[in-house]
């Protein structure tokens, strides 16, 4: 069974750092992995698209990598601001095709 | 190309009532799934539909719960005799075809029980 963890669970910053958020997952056998944005009380919106066969994926201040074999992707985020303050979902796509989601890391970047 | 639309957003039932929530995929899509997200819990994958068929329904309740997605119209998440426990977001999202393609969602709907 499919499981995805992301760490750390809750990220405060102040402007303009560059950070790092993990995640993690337990079977490689996947076909692509997302990273989402989720705004308070509000959907979700797709930031990146990585395939199985893809070691990064690129999009403006943010940048992903996947490392399939050893099970982890990392969302890069460059130069933060406030406006980046928002969960960050992570999830994968195995066999079947549901996808599975971690629980999240809450950013705050402070002004 | 209008995105994936849910309605309503906000649904409010009391307990033993039934809950319709209505999800219309981007134009071109034919699959869609259904996820809920339950307060502080990531979200959880219930159902994924075809025109007229139901591919996975590993992640819904076994009572209670029924989806359809009709060749005409949008699809529909029903929810019988709602309880309080069933108080969450729903999304739903769109995909043009299966294996690697990225998954669009919904605004979903916010269901409250009292």
């Known amino acids: 069974k499919q499981e995805v963890t992301q760490i750390p669970a809750a990220l405060s910053v102040p402007e303009g750092e560059n950070l790092v958020l993990n995640c993690s997952f337990t079977?490689?056998?996947?076909?692509?992995l997302q990273w989402f944005r989720q705004d308070p009380g509000k959907g979700l919106t797709s930031l990146l698209l990585?395939?199985?066969?893809?070691r990064e994926q690129t999009s403006g201040r943010l940048n992903a990598s996947l490392d399939k074999s050893s099970g982890r992707s990392t969302l890069y985020i460059a130069a933060s601001q406030p406006g980046d303050s928002a969960t960050y979902l992570c999830a994968v796509k195995g066999g079947s095709e549901k996808l599975v989601f971690g629980k999240g890391t809450k950013l705050t970047v402070n002004p | 190309n209008a995105g994936v639309m849910q309605n309503p957003r906000h649904l409010v039932r009391r307990r033993g009532q039934e809950a319709r929530l209505r999800c219309s995929p981007m134009?071109?899509?034919?699959?869609v799934y259904w996820y809920r997200q339950l307060p502080e819990e990531g979200l959880k994958f219930m159902v994924y539909?075809?025109?007229?068929?139901?591919?996975?329904e590993s992640g819904m309740p076994k009572e209670r719960f029924s989806a359809e997605f009709p060749k005409e119209g949008p699809s529909i998440l029903r929810i019988q005799q709602v309880v309080r426990g069933d108080s969450a977001a729903y999304f739903c999202?769109?995909?043009?075809?299966?294996?690697?393609?990225?998954?669009?969602f919904g605004p979903g709907t916010r269901l409250t029980v009292l």
């Open positions: 999202a769109s995909s043009p075809q299966s294996d690697s393609n990225e998954q669009f």
């Open positions: 990585i395939q199985s066969s893809q």
């Open positions: 079977d490689s056998a996947i076909y692509n």
């Open positions: 134009k071109g899509h034919s699959h």
């Open positions: 539909l075809q025109k007229e068929n139901i591919i996975d």
